[in-house]
């Protein structure tokens, strides 16, 4: 297999669970296939449950990005917020590239803490 352009596109966890729930349930694998490749599924799927996407949706997703575009972040930025739905402002300085710097001020960070906690449900045990 050859990769063409590895920078296509950036899939959230949620994305990726949803497409491989979907393959598991048509059981669109080969018999022969060797077992690490069924073996990988299934820990990723099991890894990806525990996290915020098990929660997620296609249409919490839709609302989350589009309530967010006011703030100018990158594709990758919005992609590490779906996926860790941070709750405090240190998480999200981490995750924003220069929100220390004044990129996004205090009032900001707490509106977008407040979108994440809106948009985005919270991971149930």
Excluded: H, W
Excluded at 30 to 58: C, D, F, V
Aim: hydrophobic share 35%; net charge negative; proline share 3%.
């Amino acid at each position: 297999m050859d990769i063409i352009n590895a920078n296509t596109a950036v899939l959230s966890n949620f994305e990726v669970l949803e497409l491989l729930s979907s393959l598991r349930g048509k059981g669109d694998q080969p018999r022969n296939q060797s077992g690490s490749l069924a073996t990988i599924t299934y820990e990723t799927i099991k890894y990806l449950e525990g996290t915020p996407a098990a929660t997620q949706s296609e249409k919490c997703l839709k609302k989350f990005l589009n309530e967010v575009k006011k703030f100018g972040l990158t594709k990758k930025e919005k992609t590490m917020l779906l996926n860790l739905r941070p709750t405090t402002a240190v998480e999200i300085s981490l995750i924003v590239q220069s929100a220390e710097q004044e990129r996004l001020t205090e009032e900001q960070t707490e509106e977008l803490i407040e979108i994440i906690q809106n948009t985005l449900p919270a991971k149930t045990d």
